[in-house]
């Protein structure tokens, strides 16, 4: 091979990888955050689950894109383990749609289908339509990258020491190794058996030799999923420990049948004098065959990957943390939007469960006169604003990326939430301080006053359970009632305020008791203000017409 045919090979690799990138692009794009309602509905059954990783990863070309997908759902929590094995199950089947349609030689029409895509990309005002068209461009763009490399390997006819080796090998672990090192380096097997079926093509490389790079570039493929494991949770990891396991597997049944059985004469036989599609047959075989054979036992996959990877004895976390956003690094945007939404929203609940416990500890310190747990609730403070900064940063770092229009509205609506959150957390903190100033002074409110604090208490945590994440799923309903409930605490402030200035008429409390109960009433108030505004940012980011 020649240096211009080096560059035409990695020019074709590049154009293919980047074709499936702009597929998955698309399919983020037209689905957005309804990839995890998708899955959600799908995966409610072992057969479900395998038709939707085989319809995804038919969509997009890629199992492993699919499978990173699934490594992240698992991570966050938005997949249990054991629907990540059917979906990787279909995921491996869905890959096989790539070799297929090599062996059609779409490749004849690939121009136009990309030239269709991105016309109506550049042309189409419909945003669905614009990433639906970037799907077809992707294909068309993915095969026009096949060909150029199916081209640049013709010269390879000429090599005889390349011709030797390639068939001439009889170690079925060689060639195993061949594939798996090969498509690990790319981290594509769609693209590796690609360039497997141009050599093939080209007839330097008989089947029999064929099956087994094959059956390497199955188990090579798991690498991508293996590095975006890195950093997550353990349940996160098992899912590419089940991943390898099906492959692995599925390489030894089919090594053994090729050794003892005449597998790749029958395989020719299908499609004589068509090498490409052999090699395509025999990839569709072996991942139906292994699917199905290894369908029964995918609950069994799931406890031996729990074995192989058992929970980590509770260690001791460190004290400001976040708990659901994790690392998770991925070039593939699919599945992306489901999951930063799902891990912010799950760290504003977790934010608004620790603005809760300072609100009422902040009241219960005025009600009993006690700084006792003032270090404490300070504490809790910290972390407020330590997840207010951190949910923020993380937010802002994601807000540059592609996403579907709805979910950045989304995502601006959780960073106002944050801010509103954070304001009712230094509410609470101005209430303790007046507990403290108190204590200090030897100042303390009357049975009545106090009794009318405990409501101002139960109101405060009444109208944050309003806007709690769970009931967001009503959020007409939910707007309703903090309304109602933000209305009350005014109106409970009004009439406590008057109440306030007849005991002040009536001599029944001392003027620094009267000014801590007014500064009371302010903050009161104002915490029912900042949850009216977070029920009003929800109510924004799910009705708002995009």
């Known amino acids: 091979m020649e240096l211009s045919d080096i560059l035409m090979l990695l020019g074709g690799l590049a154009l293919f990888l980047y074709g499936m990138q702009m597929m998955s692009s698309g399919l983020e794009m037209a689905a957005g955050n309804k990839m995890k309602q998708i ?16 319809a995804i990863t038919a969509v ?16 966050s929590g938005l ?37 269709l895509g991105v016309a109506a990309i550049l042309f189409v005002k419909n945003e669905k339509v614009k990433h639906i068209s970037e799907i077809f461009a992707g294909l068309g763009v993915l095969f026009i990258g096949m060909d150029m490399m199916g081209s640049a390997m013709v010269p390879l006819q000429n090599s005889e020491t390349f011709i030797h080796f390639m068939t001439t090998f009889r170690n079925p672990l060689v060639g195993i190794l061949i594939g798996a090192v090969f ?33 390497g570039q199955n188990i090579g493929t798991c690498i991508t999923a293996v590095l975006a494991s890195i950093g ?10 089940i991943h390898l396991m099906f492959n692995v597997i599925g390489t030894f049944i089919f090594t053994v049948i090729c050794l003892i059985t005449p597998f790749t004469v029958l395989m020719e036989q299908l499609t004589p004098g068509n090498s490409v599609a052999q090699i395509a047959n025999v990839h569709t075989v072996f991942n139906i065959v292994t699917t199905l054979l290894l369908l029964p036992f995918g609950t069994y996959m799931a406890h031996l990957a729990e074995k192989i990877l058992p929970d980590k004895q509770s260690e001791q976390e460190e004290m400001l943390h976040l708990q659901y956003i994790q690392p998770f690094e991925s070039h593939y945007a699919m599945g992306q939007g489901a999951l930063v939404l799902t891990q912010i929203d799950q760290e504003i609940e977790r934010m608004r469960n620790m603005v809760c416990e300072t609100v009422t500890g902040s009241f219960d310190a005025v009600l009993h006169s006690s700084s006792n747990d003032k270090e404490e609730l300070e504490q809790k403070e910290d972390y407020i ?33 944050l801010g509103n959150l954070e304001r009712i957390g230094d509410h609470a903190m101005n209430i303790l301080g007046y507990a ?4 200090k002074m030897n100042v303390n409110f009357s049975d009545k006053a106090k009794k009318e604090i405990l409501i101002m208490r139960d109101m405060s945590l009444q109208i944050l359970e309003d806007v709690a994440g769970s009931n967001v799923s009503d959020i007409k309903t939910m707007l309703e009632k903090t309304s109602r409930d933000e209305q009350k605490i005014d109106d409970i402030r009004n009439e406590n305020l008057k109440q306030q200035m007849e005991r002040m008429g009536k001599s ?7 000014i801590f109960f007014s500064e009371l009433l302010t903050d009161f108030e104002r915490i029912g203000d900042h949850a009216l505004n977070i029920a009003e940012q929800y109510h924004e980011m799910l009705t708002r017409v995009i």
Request: hydrophobic share 50%.
């Open 508 to 514: 029944e409390c001392i003027a620094d008791a009267s």
């Open 385 to 417: 604003d330590y997840l207010n900064a951190e949910v923020s940063r993380y937010i802002v770092s994601v807000m540059h990326h592609e996403m579907a229009a709805e979910d950045s509205v989304k995502i601006s609506g959780y960073y106002k939430i």
């Open 232 to 241: 997550t949770k353990t349940n996160a990891k098992r899912t590419t420990v």
């Open 436 to 439: 403290v100033s108190m204590k």
């Open 60 to 75: 997009i070309q890629s199992s492993s894109a699919t499978t990173v997908m699934v490594v992240g759902f698992v991570n």
């Open 79 to 115: 997949m249990t383990l054991k629907q990540a094995v059917w979906v990787i199950m279909g995921a491996n089947i869905g890959t096989t749609i790539t070799g297929q349609l090599i062996a059609l030689d779409i490749g004849m029409i690939a121009p136009l289908i990309a030239f």
């Open 183 to 215: 498509t690990a380096i790319i981290q594509s097997s769609s693209a590796s058996v690609g360039i497997l079926q141009a050599l093939a093509g080209t007839g330097m490389i008989p089947l029999s030799s064929a099956v087994y790079i094959l059956f």
């Open 39 to 54: 899955l959600e509905k799908l995966t409610s059954n072992r057969f479900k689950g395998v038709l939707a990783g085989a």
